[in-house]
């Protein structure tokens, strides 16, 4: 990622952390800033001007790119988590390299749009279908990471561990381009990949049924010795946790902190089916919890404890998943108005808690601990939204994060920077000309 040099921001409002700031001057150089001025109710010289709000820059937790390709076809009907996998399934059969970049490219692009500046891509399409090895065993995830960088975010590619369909079954037909046979051949492969200037490198568990127990330990060993993120699909269905008590005697989640995956490195995502007992060793671990809430909502998998995971010490953090849709602020709402329906009690998170869970809670949980703040130090990523729309005309200014995660949506993202360049500049993309196009194109490559 290439820095701009030294440069300006004016931001007409800006939401530091706590309350909203008119007029605050943001200084940067080589992609993070330097200074933070308050109290400066013109913009400088030459500086960049932001009006709206600006945020610290969003950050996407749990993505799947090519579930993007579904959006739309598995509304058709009704059917259940089992069968809308049978339909990812096809999908995944038809990625190659090239076309997996063209889609990830275009949907890293409309993440951009939508004010996201980093992106954790849970990543297991490794192979060829049948599971041969491509020339660069790692090609499809170097095919992302070259795809964040085309669209201008950052990407902690959380290089996923899918070794069974089951619990003591093998790969299907379709799961062996995903497998690496075992752990350390899994372990093997992804030692290669490099971080950059915008790429981490973490590690995930697809799930207990698809990395047998045994295995475990050496997934968490690799991402231990690292101090990786490690992300792992944690009690997303019913029948997970059956099968698994079946296989183990035990929940998913004591099975994971018997073999020592739980830790504050590591975030369960989804964590929606869980005991008493499951939240307290998450919490109590200092586990972390990503919500992906419109996915949850589109498969019908249910509402996870969110509160009681955050009181017991579990960081929130949020992901659009299979990209039903793509937009943090809509999944910073979904939580709260989520849980206002569970209980029938409103006000479980304020608006600066959930937008904390967009962005800061979020980079944290992907190894980017240097962004999430407008402040000297932080890595120079923002996100300003309109306060002037149809959607958001009206509130105060000082109401600003109410705003955003009462009723914004990504179409109110105006400008979005990453380390201190532009782009998403007055709502269009910068480095993908016409993103709807693009999208378009690498959706119908998949179709054939």
């Not at 400066?40 to 993007?68: D, K, Q």
């Not at 929606?272 to 919490?283: K, N, R």
Request: with cysteine.
């Amino acid at each position: 990622m290439t820095h701009p040099p030294t440069r300006t921001y004016w931001l007409e409002h800006a939401w530091l952390d706590t309350h909203v700031e008119p007029g605050v001057a943001v200084e940067v150089a080589d992609g993070a800033i330097t200074a933070v001025r308050t109290d400066v109710p013109a913009p400088p010289p030459g500086a960049e001007i932001l009006r709206g709000l600006t945020m610290p820059g969003l950050a996407n937790a749990h993505s799947h790119a090519f579930h993007r390709a579904l959006r739309g076809t598995v509304q058709v009907g009704s059917g259940t988590f089992w069968t809308w996998r049978e339909v990812m399934y096809a999908v995944a059969d038809k990625l190659t390299p090239q076309t997996y970049h063209a889609l990830a490219r275009a949907v890293y692009a409309e993440m951009a749009l939508a004010g996201v500046t980093s992106v954790g891509e849970f990543h297991y399409v490794h192979h060829a279908p049948g599971g041969a090895r491509y020339a660069d065993p790692n090609a499809m995830g170097e095919a992302l990471i070259e795809a964040a960088a085309d669209a201008g975010i950052r990407i902690t590619l959380l290089d996923t561990a899918y070794l069974s369909s089951g619990f003591g079954q093998p790969p299907t037909a379709h799961q062996l381009r995903f497998s690496d046979g075992d752990a350390e051949a899994w372990a093997e492969r992804c030692s290669v990949l490099k971080e950059r200037d915008h790429v981490r490198i973490g590690a995930a568990i697809h799930s207990v049924r698809a990395v047998p127990a045994d295995q475990l330990e050496t997934v968490a060993r690799w991402a231990d010795e690292r101090r990786a993120p490690l992300h792992v699909h944690l009690s997303e269905q019913t029948a997970e946790n059956d099968a698994c008590r079946e296989a183990h005697g035990c929940t998913p989640t004591q099975l994971l902190a018997l073999h020592g995956v739980l830790g504050p490195r590591t975030t369960g995502v989804h964590n929606t089916h869980l005991t008493a007992e499951d939240v307290s060793l998450i919490g109590g671990s200092g586990t972390g919890t990503c919500m992906c809430p419109t996915t949850e909502r589109d498969l019908a998998d249910g509402i996870g404890p969110a509160v009681a995971l955050q009181n017991e010490g579990s960081p929130l953090c949020l992901g659009s998943d299979s990209h039903a849709v793509i937009d943090l602020l809509e999944e910073a709402r979904a939580m709260e108005l989520d849980e206002r329906l569970r209980t029938r009690t409103r006000g479980h998170w304020t608006a600066a808690t959930l937008l904390r869970a967009a962005s800061a809670d979020g980079h944290a949980a992907l190894g980017w601990q240097q962004a999430g703040a407008i402040e000297a130090g932080a890595l120079a990523d923002l996100t300003t939204i309109a306060l002037d729309s149809v959607r958001t005309a009206g509130p105060l200014p000082r109401l600003g994060a109410e705003t955003a995660v009462f009723a914004a949506s990504a179409a109110d993202v105006r400008h979005t920077v990453v380390g201190g360049r532009h782009v998403v500049r007055d709502g269009a993309h910068t480095l993908v000309p016409d993103v709807p196009q693009a999208l378009a194109q690498a959706v119908d490559a998949l179709r054939g």
